[in-house]
């Protein structure tokens, strides 16, 4: 079999790419290099290609690809408010122009990669996959649009999909030499591995009086190793059923951004100063999934999930990261 990942230079795409490379398959990567790093697709073909470039796309899709895995969008809710037409052309109408030349050449198998932003703010944590679709921020409406997207190309052209909605993707490979480098950083795993390395001089929390434990959102935290592997268990059962299909991506269990900061003092022995801010627009105070699909039908289970494993990793390439600038 032979998959193209698209996005593949990216934080989770490369991390695939390493599971990917345990395994029989042949495997190419497409990226256009606009967030991702090159040196991750090494020992694999690479084609430099703008989603947005519909004739190189068309020539690339020639190659007899059977199923492919789509990683590139832009992630960054809050920008998604500010530019939402940056975030409609790329995660959407892109996404259409590689699902065409797809149908085109007849590659009918897709594995996209789907949010828990998909859910909005939604009742009570764990929230299952049957939960209502409501976004409540551009982001997440570009996510639920391609999930939609999608049913009407399977029921019209048989292209037959698997969404994975992850929850908050975190953590570095456990091997120490790929990891999360977002630029400008977001996401609070990192941020507060910076306050704790000096890179930064304290974590913002956006805001402590949600009605939850502390005060503070709480997230499902998932190491990127684990959504690797559950991309993997994906993929084989996509090949052999053949049926589309949705599954959340997350560990069961919610932890506080104050917990989190406990967890990285500990395990980084340092003190991290904290600066207290009003909330971020468009964060919902809960998203913890319920990840019982994923588990009974793919038989997936979350290794590397806990924590102290997440936050040590992330910590090991934060210090590589310092070194390095
Ligand atoms: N947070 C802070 N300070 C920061 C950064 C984040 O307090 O400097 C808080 C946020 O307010 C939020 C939590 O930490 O409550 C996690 O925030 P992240 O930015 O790390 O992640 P999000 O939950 O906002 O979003 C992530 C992905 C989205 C995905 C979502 C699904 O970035 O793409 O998880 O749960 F949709």
């Known amino acids: 079999m032979?998959?193209?990942?698209?996005?593949?230079?990216?934080?989770?795409?490369?991390?695939?790419?390493?599971?990917?490379?345990?395994?029989?398959?042949?495997?190419?990567v497409l990226d256009n290099l606009s967030t991702g790093y090159e040196e991750n697709t090494l020992g694999f073909q690479f084609h430099k290609c703008d989603l947005a470039n519909k004739d190189q796309l068309n020539s690339i899709l020639q190659n007899n690809y059977d199923l492919v895995m789509h990683f590139a969008s832009y992630i960054n809710v809050g920008e998604s408010y500010l530019y939402p037409q940056k975030y409609y052309e790329n995660n959407v109408n892109n996404t259409m122009n590689l699902l065409n030349c797809m149908v085109d050449q007849k590659i009918l198998n897709f594995i996209f990669s789907s949010s828990a932003a998909v859910y909005g703010d939604p009742g009570p944590s764990p929230i299952s996959e049957?939960?209502?679709i409501n976004p409540v921020n551009p982001y997440?409406?570009?996510?639920?649009?391609?999930?939609?997207?999608?049913?009407?190309?399977d029921r019209a052209y048989g292209l037959k999909s698997t969404c994975l909605r992850y929850f908050n993707a975190c953590g570095a490979h456990l091997d120490g030499t790929i990891g999360e480098s977002h630029n400008p950083e977001t996401h609070l795993?990192?941020?507060?591995?910076q306050a704790a390395s000096g890179r930064k001089n304290s974590i913002t929390v956006f805001g402590d009086d949600y009605t939850t434990k502390d005060g503070t959102?709480?997230?499902?935290?998932?190491?990127v190793m684990d959504l690797a592997e559950a991309h993997l268990l994906a993929l084989d059962s996509l090949r052999s059923k053949q049926i589309s299909n949705i599954y959340n991506i997350g560990n069961n269990i919610g932890f506080s951004v104050k917990e989190i900061i406990e967890i990285a003092e500990d395990v980084t022995q340092r003190k991290i100063k904290i600066n207290i801010e009003s909330r971020r627009k468009g964060d919902p105070a809960q998203l913890v999934a319920n990840n019982k699909k994923i588990k009974e039908e793919l038989n997936w289970t979350a290794q590397y999930s806990d924590l102290k494993t997440i936050i040590s990793s992330a910590w090991q390439w934060e210090k590589k990261l310092l070194q390095s600038n």
């Open 189 to 193: 795993i990192p941020l507060v591995l």
């Open 140 to 153: 997440g409406q570009t996510k639920a649009m391609v999930e939609n997207i999608l049913k009407d190309y």
């Open 217 to 223: 959102c709480i997230r499902d935290y998932i190491h």
């Open 2 to 28: 032979k998959i193209l990942v698209v996005g593949g230079a990216g934080y989770i795409g490369s991390h695939m790419l390493r599971r990917l490379q345990k395994t029989n398959y042949k495997v190419e």
């Open 130 to 132: 049957e939960e209502n």
